[in-house]
């Protein structure tokens, strides 16, 4: 079966931009988790869609949004863009709210310049 | 807030050694899983122990959660160039008031031939 599709691969922008980030789960999973990857920080928990509500937030600041669609698709965005921004950020999703196993899309890589 | 401290940050090893990498929790573990990520991709679930001195056998690798649940190993046998890749231990909450999964920062682990 198809596994989770996340677009763009890569993307540049500079300070103050926004940036929306897209993620197809896979086929039947109703749970959408979003992380941040940066070599400081490691994997950190961004938020956690289900059934197109969020459940879950982690300790992001306002400018870090996101949304799930009917069909389970999720994005998210980011406004006014930081250089500290710059991170690989990946989508899973699960068939159950973040105590099932998660699968992890490839990642979208934001560099803001 | 839990952290979770996996050693080494980074190892380097010929094909065919063994080797042993940890992961230790400042409070106990509701569930351990451990993932592997390979560069340019999203992490892949390799195991989840849940029970106190359990220990799971994946082929040549060998999880061990300890008794008290608050640290865990992972041993590789006769370690191959595939093996290389990012090793993360991570917890997740069940329940109400879940933050997501809590990611380590990993073990940066490469195998030469």
């Known amino acids: 079966k198809a596994g989770v599709t996340q677009t763009p691969r890569y993307l540049i922008k500079t300070r103050g931009q926004q940036v929306t980030l897209s993620c197809s789960p896979i086929?039947?999973?109703?749970?959408v988790s979003w992380y941040q990857q940066t070599p400081g920080q490691g994997l950190q928990f961004l938020f956690e869609?289900?059934?197109?509500?969020?459940?879950n937030k982690g300790n992001f600041p306002g400018r870090f949004s996101g949304r799930q669609f009917s069909n389970s698709r999720s994005e998210m965005n980011v406004s006014t863009l930081e250089l500290g921004d710059s991170a690989l950020y990946l989508c899973?999703?699960?068939?159950?709210?973040?105590?099932?196993?998660?699968?992890f899309g490839e990642g979208s890589r934001l560099t803001v310049l | 807030t839990q952290l979770l401290e996996q050693s080494p940050q980074f190892l380097s090893i010929q094909e065919g050694e063994n080797l042993t990498v940890y992961c230790n929790s400042s409070?106990?573990?509701?569930?351990l899983q451990w993932y592997r990520q390979e560069p340019g991709e999203g992490p892949v679930l390799l195991v989840t122990?849940?029970?106190?001195?359990e220990v799971k056998k994946l082929k040549r690798l060998t999880f061990q959660f300890g008794d008290a649940r608050k640290d865990s190993s992972l041993h590789i046998t006769a370690a191959q160039t595939g093996d290389t890749g990012l090793y993360l231990c991570?917890?997740?909450?069940?329940?109400?008031?879940?933050?997501?999964?809590?990611f380590g920062k990993g073990t940066h682990l490469i195998i030469q031939p």
């Open positions: 409070s106990v573990f509701s569930s």
């Open positions: 991570a917890d997740s909450y069940s329940g109400g008031g879940a933050d997501g999964l809590t």
């Open positions: 869609y289900f059934s197109e509500t969020q459940r």
């Open positions: 899973a999703s699960s068939l159950r709210t973040l105590t099932g196993e998660l699968f």
């Open positions: 122990v849940v029970t106190g001195g």
């Open positions: 086929s039947g999973h109703r749970s």
